[in-house]
Structure formats: C-alpha cells, structure tokens
C-alpha cells in the first residue's frame, strides 16, 4: 500500500457487528471500543453496542424483544468524538454469563445447558448481526469460545456469527498476549498511592500493608511495587517452599477428603517482619508499604474462608475478606513478639480506583491496535474463534481459541510471572534484602 495512503476498502459478507464488552473495567475500554467501530464504519458497515455486557441479550424472547437505547445502540461516527483517551466504558459492562452450565464439551449437546447460548444467539440475529467481538477477562474469552463451539451444533445451513475476542484486564495474566490494555495505567494510578503511603508511613513511623488486585497472578501487585518503591511484595507465585503448606479438609456433601494447597501463614508473616527489622537495623527506616496481591485469599486456610460465597465462574468474594487487615493484625502481634516494640501497621485495598483511570499513551495504542485488529480479523482475513494479540512493535497476532482454551476442560489458563524470570528476579533485587 503506497504511503499515506486510505487502506482499501474490503469485499465481506458482514454488513453489521456487534461489540460488547464484559467483566471489570479497565483503562483504554473506550480506545478498543471506538477504533474498532470506525474501521467498520469506514468500510460502510454497521456497529451495534450491546449495552452491559451479555445480560441484555440474555434477557431476549419472544416478550421481551432487543430494544434499541435500552439494550444497545447504534454507534456512528457522531459517537466516536474524542472517545479514544476518554475515561469508563461507553457500552457498559456487566458479568452476566450465558455458558455458565457448559463445564464439558459433553454439555454442547444439551439444549438445557446451552439454552442461555442460544438465546444469545437468537437476540443478535433478532437485530441483524453478523458478527460480534467480545472484550474481557478469561471467562469472557471461555464465555466467546463456547459461544462459537454452541454454533457448531446448530442445524446445517443456520447463519454463523463469527466471534473475534479481544484480551482485556488490568491483572495482565492472560496467555497469549504480552501485555493487556490498561494494565500500565492501573500499575501507574496504583504505583502513586503506594509512593503517597510510603510518604505518610515516614511521617509516623509506620507501615501499610496494600492489598492490590490480581485474582490469579502477581503482575499488578509486583507492577505496583516497582513503580511505587514498596518495601516487599507477595503475590501467589510466592507460596513456595517454607511459604507453602497441605491442608486436608472433608467435603461436607460428599464426605470425601480433599487436598489443597494452602499458605503457611506465620512463616509469611515472619517474613514480611524480617523485612521491617532489616530496614530499621540495618538501613535506619521506621517505615514502609508491603504489597499483597489479592489472589493470597485463595491460599488462606479453609477456617479463614470457610462460609465465604463464591461468584458464578467459581472465584471466591475476595471483597467479602479483608486480606489487608488479616495481615496487618499478625504482623503487628509477630513484630512486638520479635522486639518487644509496638509499630502501627494498617491494612487497606487499593484496586478500584484504578479500573476507571484516564488511560496512558500506551494503553491507548495498544487498545487502538486490538481494535483495529478485530477488523482486520473478520473483514481482512475472515476468522472466527480467535483471539487478537499483540507484540513487539505492535504486530497482531491472531491466536486460535484452541491454544488459549482447554478443549476438554473448556477451561483457560492463566499466565503467571515465572519464578526467577528476570521480571520476578526485578522486584527482589529492588526491595530491602534479607537474608
């Protein structure tokens, strides 16, 4: 293609798309969202916005037909002024999950089981669509694979919708992407309140202890302690060696014995005092922020959790623990037991204020990409189940579902920060050394 020149316009069968966007927010939504509708907007196609996720669309029948402005809308070129660098989600976003009963590729072939897929795929040809681009986290990624593999059971000669899946969370655990859109943001907005703590801990002699975000792995937390200069950080891929015990707890409905992996808690808490000692012995400071990421719920003993409800995909209500103050109690008990000296420690969570943030540069041209990318994926090459990457000089990259899906668990796998990867090796070599 010659130089500033208008890239072609490109012969397809789709006239209308469908973008919605699922799960948390993340900074750049609205770069992805918008980039992508006015490429097919420029080839003369038409872009619907299901408005709050899949639960609209869940919600179809024959009572209950799709109504423009309260279950999606029509975005126009009038909609995308100025919306790349712009704050929220402009279509809404909600959790709502129609493969939620599909556990096995068994479940496919039940019409029971697949019956809020169905819906889903009757409410979008309801209103023309041809096809949809999902955004979200993991269990959006399942949730577009199900949906596309649900559509292989349809009679021969049914419409296809083709379903391209954009990669989005702030935690950056997702395999097969380098980084996901606004994780450098939340690491930013996040990294700011941490150096703020840290100013407020010198003043009093004191330490936080900050729960961060990151479910499945430690890439925010570890992101956030870097760029904030936190004193430690802990994730999930730290519970290792001394730091890991085996609980064996009895099902109460099966009454079968399960093993679990779980935290030794005193010896990770005696760590983080090692760490307090060391700065105030060796190095002359009173003070400091330790960094938890939020997925060590998961580890904690079964009496720490027990009773705890878990949300629809299976994770537990992390919000309904307070992983910050769990801490932030035996720490301060384990420190006075060491040195016979009260410190004040305080836990709180940080996270939310993040999801939201204006979105760095960066952000905004990696998610530019990703929209842009699900164009060139259904209209350029014409794909169906994959997910759009991207890397190096922000290259695409289109990854097929089955690479990033367990064919025969349906089940996603998370990327964790490698153990002595020169990333998890950079945080160690920052933060106070203790033998």
């Known amino acids: 293609m010659p130089a500033l020149s208008r890239p072609p316009l490109t012969e397809s069968n789709i006239r209308k798309v469908a973008i919605l966007f699922s799960g948390g927010p993340a900074p750049g939504a609205n770069a992805v969202i918008s980039t992508a509708s006015v490429s097919f907007l420029r080839n003369n196609m038409s872009v619907i916005g299901v408005l709050h996720g899949y639960s609209h669309l869940m919600e179809y029948g024959p009572d209950h037909p799709l109504q423009e402005g309260r279950d999606y809308i029509e975005i126009t070129h009038k909609h995308l002024k100025r919306t790349r660098n712009s704050q929220g989600i402009m279509i809404g976003t909600a959790r709502a999950n129609p493969g939620r009963d599909v556990r096995e590729p068994a479940h496919l072939r039940d019409p029971e089981r697949t019956g809020p897929l169905r819906t ?12 949809l681009i999902s955004i979200g986290g993991d269990d959006t990624l399942k949730t577009a694979n199900k949906f596309q593999r649900f559509q292989d059971q349809l009679p021969p000669g049914s419409p296809r919708i083709p379903v391209v899946h954009l990669p989005k969370t702030i935690d950056n655990d997702y395999m097969g992407i380098d980084f996901t859109f606004g994780y450098f943001t939340a690491v930013e907005t996040l990294a700011s309140e941490i150096r703020n703590l840290l100013a407020d801990a010198e003043s009093a002699r004191s330490y936080f202890v900050a729960e961060t975000m990151g479910r499945s792995a430690g890439w925010l937390a570890y992101g956030v302690a870097i760029a904030g200069e936190a004193s430690f950080v802990i994730s999930v891929e730290d519970i290792t060696d001394k730091y890991e015990a085996v609980e064996e707890i009895t099902d109460k409905d099966t009454g079968e014995t399960i093993t679990r992996k779980v935290m030794n808690v005193d010896e990770v808490v005696k760590r983080v005092v090692a760490t307090m000692r060391v700065r105030e012995e060796a190095e002359g ?36 623990l307070n992983l910050s103050r769990f801490f932030s109690e035996r720490i301060a008990a384990e420190y006075k037991k060491q040195t016979g000296r009260s410190r004040k420690i305080t836990g709180l969570t940080l996270g939310y204020e993040a999801r939201c943030a204006r979105p760095q540069a960066f952000d905004v041209m990696l998610g530019s990409q990703l929209g842009v990318g699900a164009y060139r994926a259904l209209v350029e090459k014409r794909l169906d189940g994959v997910m759009v990457s991207a890397s190096g000089q922000l290259d695409l990259e289109y990854v097929p579902f089955e690479k990033l899906v367990d064919p025969e668990t349906l089940v996603t796998v998370v990327r964790y920060i490698e153990q002595d990867s020169d990333f998890h090796r950079l945080a160690r070599f920052l933060e106070t050394y203790v033998d």
């Open 120 to 131: 889903v795929y009757e409410a979008l040809r309801s209103i023309g669509v041809d096809a």
């Open 285 to 320: 400071k009173e003070y400091g922020v330790v960094v938890l990421a939020e997925g060590l719920a998961e580890f904690l003993p079964y009496k720490e959790i027990e009773g705890v409800p878990r949300d629809e995909h299976g994770h537990i209500a992390i919000s309904k």
